[in-house]
Structure formats: structure tokens, C-alpha cells
């Protein structure tokens, strides 16, 4: 998103930020890149702990910063529970030091620096001011006549609950994923034959996903909050084993010709006959077009769904899954929920720690990055 700002007081600036961001900001400090007058939106990145290297924090700063397409100035707001201190000659803003070392690398990459501002619980302050005073936070104004603009007043975590589930539903799909395991092994070690006594809705889910699962991925996408206990438990299976949640990642991030490719690519790969494409692997690493925001939005919505329906031992996919696709959508702070709960079940979990990596590095998909078009 390309946003003019039109704020000319540092308050109506703030009353800006929690509608680029689209939250509000809690132990945040939150970057605007510019490009001359124009914003690419808002960073978000979370403050560091008490005894962390301010100056490895700003490098990770302007190393995130620097990943937008011709950025030439920035402005940060540090939204922090700390309040400000009194000393003998004035006051000590929170996180002083941070700020002044992020500033510091910015300026010295050639960056301009619009605002620099603090908001605490007992009012808002400017890093930039020779003497810094806090004004109440009542004199932040709410932007009027942004389009879209719904309730922000939650913070960067606001959406990121599973959906509610009750036990009798972790159980049904349970029994459905235990079936469909059964099956899709006997299949496996060559005795489909044998199936004839199993449940046909199993059996049914379980051609589909052997004989096409492109075509069932996409189909998934149809009905995102469905109640089909058979689709999720064949969702879980697939999204539990990498090869086949790769493919299903890349498809769902393009679409469906890439994601036979993707597929194929994959079984070639798992069986030793050759690497990974590029085209697919570049999709994993968020470059590329951009990819269509509502069917990303879309596919979250279907493993958001899954992970809440899935029994403990198998929402470790699901949630990856989620985690993933929230990074591609540029909700960072949302992966990070789900890769933590992904951990908590499954600590050595592969793809959980490269995407938990990734998001500690302050990497962000380059398309979410770019202009839209």
C-alpha cells in the first residue's frame, strides 16, 4: 500500500499510524519507509528486552527498512507500557538508547528522518525535541475518510486466535484423520484392494487427495469455514508431511498449473531425482508477483480453521501452514503467534524454525514490499 501523508503535527501523525498499520501497537516500534512524501505502509517490529545490543537491534532495523524498493527517509514510533522517567534536567524517554541507535544507522545509510516519536501510557513525546514533554494522549486524533478503515483498537496479536473448537469436533476429526491414515497407507504398501469394508467418505476424500490433490487443494478454497470432516482430517495429512504442504503453499500463493508443478517438482525431489526448482523455491522466500491477497487470506482462513479443529499431535502442520501464510500476507506478527503454538507441540519441527528464523531476522516477503499494482 501507497499512502500520501498529509499529517503536519506530530499528534495527527500519530493518529495515522494505527490506520497504516492496521492495529494499534503494543510494545512495538513501528517503521514508515518513505519515498519522498509517500509511504509504504508500516513495519512493525517487537522492542527489545532489557540487556539486548541496541546496536545489533538498529542494523536489524535498517536492514528491514532497506528491503523497500527505493526508500529515501523514515519515521518510527515506539509504542511502549514503560513510562517516562524524570531526572534532574528534564525527562528520559523510553528506550532511548534503541531509538537513538536506529536513528543513528538510518542517517548514516542516507535516510531522512520525518518523526521520531514515543507513545507511553501517560502520553506521547518526540525523541527529536531538545526538551521532550509528554502531551496527553486525548490530543491523538482518529483519521476521518480513510477508506476500509474498520476498529483498529487492537493490537498487533488482534485476529490471531485459532476459531473456537469444542472436544466433540477434535474428535471427529481425529477418527476421520486416523481412517484416512489407514487407508492412504494400505495404499501405499500396494493393498488398495483390501479397502472395501472402510467408510465410503473416507475412502471417497482419500481418492481424491491420491489421484488429484491439486484439484483438491483448490477445491478447499471454495469452502474455506466448511464442516467437512473428511476434507480437514485430509487437509491435516497432507499439510503433516512436507512434501505435499510445500506443493499445496506454492499453489495456493500462484495457482493452480503451479501448483502441479510445484507437486511434480517435489515428488522428483523426494525421490532423488533432482532439486527443487527455483521458480518454486523463490515462492518459499516471498519473491516474485505479488500474490492475490484474498486467496492467501483465503487458504489461512482454511488451515486457520483445520489447526482449530485438529487434534493436538497434528495441528503442528496446520499451524505452520498459517504461520507461513500470514508472513506472505505481511501479518508478521500473526506467523509469529502460530509458529510459537507450532513449537510448543513440536520444538524440533523443521519448517516451524526456518519460518521462527525468518521472522526474528526482521525478513519480510519482498512482494509485500513492492508497489501494488
Known amino acids: 500500500m501507497t499512502t500520501i501523508i498529509h499529517a503536519t503535527h506530530p499528534a495527527e501523525f500519530l493518529g495515522l499510524v494505527p490506520a497504516l498499520a492496521g492495529f494499534t501497537p503494543r510494545q512495538s516500534l513501528v517503521l514508515l519507509p518513505f519515498q519522498g512524501s509517500r509511504t509504504r505502509g508500516a513495519m512493525r517490529i517487537d522492542l527489545p528486552v532489557d540487556g539486548a545490543d541496541a546496536d545489533d537491534f538498529a542494523h536489524a532495523v535498517l536492514q528491514a527498512l532497506l528491503q523497500v524498493q527505493n526508500v529515501d527517509a523514515t519515521a ?3 509504542y511502549t507500557d514503560t513510562p517516562a522517567q524524570s531526572v534532574p534536567d528534564g525527562m528520559l524517554l523510553p528506550h532511548l538508547a534503541t531509538v537513538e541507535a536506529v536513528l543513528d544507522v538510518a542517517t548514516q545509510a542516507g535516510l531522512r528522518i520525518v518523526e521520531a516519536l514515543c507513545v507511553t501510557p501517560d502520553g506521547w513525546s518526540d525523541y527529536l525535541a531538545e526538551d521532550p514533554a509528554l502531551h496527553p494522549l486525548d490530543s491523538i486524533p482518529r483519521p476521518d475518510g480513510v477508506p476500509g478503515l474498520g476498529d483498529v483498537s487492537g493490537d498487533q496479536t488482534a485476529g490471531a486466535d485459532l476459531p473456537p473448537s469444542n472436544l466433540v469436533e477434535r474428535e471427529r ?16 504398501l500396494g493393498q488398495g484392494h483390501a479397502l472395501g469394508t472402510q467408510n465410503p467418505l473416507a475412502l471417497i476424500t482419500a481418492e481424491d487427495v491420491l489421484d488429484d490433490l491439486p ?6 478454497l471454495e469452502s474455506p469455514s466448511g464442516d467437512d470432516v473428511y476434507g480437514c482430517a485430509a487437509l491435516l495429512w497432507c499439510v503433516n508431511r512436507p512434501v505435499l504442504r510445500d506443493a499445496v503453499l506454492v499453489q495456493w500463493a500462484t495457482d493452480l498449473a503451479m501448483g502441479e508443478y510445484a507437486l511434480d517438482s517435489q515428488l522428483q525431489f ?8 527455483d521458480a518454486v523455491g523463490q515462492i518459499f522466500l516471498g519473491k516474485g508477483p505479488r500474490p492475490d491477497a484474498d486467496r492467501l487470506g483465503c487458504a489461512l482462513q482454511v488451515v486457520r480453521s483445520a489447526a482449530a479443529r485438529a487434534p493436538r499431535g497434528a495441528k503442528v502442520g496446520a499451524l505452520t501452514a498459517a504461520a507461513w501464510l500470514a508472513w506472505a500476507l505481511g501479518r508478521s506478527s500473526h506467523a509469529g503467534a502460530y509458529v510459537d503454538q507450532a513449537l510448543a507441540i513440536d520444538p524440533e519441527h523443521s ?10 531476522s526482521g525478513m519480510l516477503p519482498e512482494w509485500a514490499l513492492k508497489p501494488a499494482t
Not at 481425529?174 to 501405499?188: C, S
Not at 484439484?215 to 478447499?220: C, Q, T, Y
Open 76 to 78: 518510527l514510533v515506539a
Open 215 to 220: 484439484a483438491f487443494a483448490e477445491g478447499l
Open 270 to 277: 523426494a525421490a532423488g531425482a533432482g532439486g527443487v526448482p
Open 351 to 360: 519448517m516451524a524454525s526456518l519460518i521462527s528464523t525468518m521472522l526474528s
Open 173 to 188: 476429526v481425529g477418527r476421520a484423520l486416523r481412517e484416512l491414515e489407514h487407508i492412504l497407507e494400505q495404499h501405499r
